[in-house]
């Protein structure tokens, strides 16, 4: 892994890779944006971070505790693409920032 990636523009960071397997979906919520999945066991939304799913294995559902592992190797392209917003939405902050 290298952090090379930071200097690139977004790149097609909109095309979700057409992955069924990606646990991560994005919900439009009040102006931002609520990674998640589903709770396949109560349906639950289960909220978690870009940084917890790039560095974690597993999520656990707030209402069942129910434990979700998430499958790297098929998630891989999807991890890879929340990295590159993670990436993309750090870049905006600080050209927001640096604008105002
Ligand atoms: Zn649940």
Redesign the pocket.
């Known amino acids: 892994m290298c952090l090379t990636a930071r200097q690139r523009k977004e790149e097609n960071i909109m095309s979700n890779p057409d992955n069924n397997a990606a646990p991560v979906s994005s919900v439009a919520g009040q102006g931002q944006q609520m990674p998640g999945m589903k ?6 939304f ?1 909220p978690t971070t870009i940084q917890h799913i790039i560095i974690s294995s597993a999520l656990v ?6 434990r979700l592992n998430i499958d790297r190797t098929k998630s891989g392209k999807a991890i890879d693409a929340l990295r590159k917003v993670q990436e993309a939405q750090d870049n905006l902050e600080r050209k927001t920032h640096s604008y105002r």
Do not use: A, R
């Open positions: 709770c396949p066991q109560c349906g639950e289960i559902c707030p209402n069942c505790h129910l």
